[in-house]
């Protein structure tokens, strides 16, 4: 295509359009990305293998010895880590998104949707959509593999708002990873920067152990570690406890994160040349 009809198409492109069309473009892409996977179901094993790994890692090489610090033996790390886990489900996901779109840009797929007339969000929200449901199937299988280790619900209500607390939390942390997928060069680039990023948070939080015996400065850390915010309302939903402070540490992370990013995502998706 010539500068001139790229310009035309861009110029067609961002005409403002409806919410009904938005909506409508939306569900077309959300279609298109899951058809996509259903042409390359590797693209799931993320989201099968992830759970199941890290679940029966840390259960039966971590649980004895952390079980004994809470109190208990491996059964009661298994009560332990299990919301842990969910938490880590949508920040696992969050980090594929950035990879895929960060692939779709450089094979060309992105440079043809913005040169159709489609509103720049749609792209973005349907991306986002179709991680969420991967995110729930990859929460489906780490919740079979915790009843199969062991894990006793408590309350099935709280469980559920477990995940829809880790739904909302991981999609603030997409448009992070949507925005670098836009400005990184690579799906390599993107995936170092989340692996650099997201393993202090995950580490340095109370998802694996209790953050009592860690040294002063770690624990301050991890007080306002979004992750521990989020491990800690999804134990006293599920489990019992104290929920108000980390609820309200988690949606107000959320809702920051969103508010910052989105814009910031939607504006470096339209303006990348």
């Known amino acids: ?32 990305n899951l058809l996509w996977i259903r042409q390359d179901p590797e693209s799931m094993f993320d989201a099968i293998l992830f759970p199941v790994v890290f679940t029966l890692l840390f259960v039966y090489v971590f649980g004895g010895s952390i079980g004994q610090s809470l109190g208990g033996g491996q059964d009661q790390y298994v009560q332990y880590v ?16 950035g990879t895929g779109f960060n692939t779709d840009f ?28 991967r995110m729930l199937f990859a929460t489906l299988v780490l919740l079979v593999v915790a009843l199969l280790v062991g894990y006793d619900v408590h309350s099935w209500s709280g469980l559920v708002a477990s995940v829809a607390l880790s739904a909302v939390f991981g999609s603030a942390l ?15 680039s993107v995936q170092a920067m989340g692996f650099l990023v997201l393993m202090p948070l995950q580490f340095g939080s109370s998802i694996f152990a209790p953050t009592a015996s860690m040294p002063g ?3 301050a850390f991890t007080d306002y570690n979004p992750l521990s915010a989020l491990a800690d309302s999804a134990r006293g939903l599920m489990e019992g406890g104290a929920v108000a402070r980390p609820l309200w540490v988690t949606l107000i992370w959320s809702v ?3 508010a910052i990013m989105a814009p910031v995502a939607v504006h470096k998706f339209r303006t990348k040349s």
């Open 1 to 32: 295509m010539s500068s001139a009809t790229l310009s035309a198409a861009a110029a067609k492109a961002d005409t403002p359009i409806p919410v009904r069309a938005h909506l409508r473009h939306t569900g077309a892409l959300i279609r298109r």
């Open 82 to 97: 299990i919301p842990g886990l969910l938490a880590m489900m949508g920040m696992n996901m969050a980090q594929g998104v």
């Open 106 to 133: 450089n094979s060309g797929v992105m440079d043809r949707f913005r040169s159709l007339p489609i509103g720049r969000g749609s792209v973005l929200f349907a991306k986002i959509a179709v991680e969420l449901l």
């Open 174 to 188: 997409m448009w992070v990873f949507l925005t670098l997928g836009v400005v990184m060069k690579s799906a390599q």
């Open 217 to 219: 400065w770690l624990q």
């Open 256 to 258: 920051g994160l969103t």
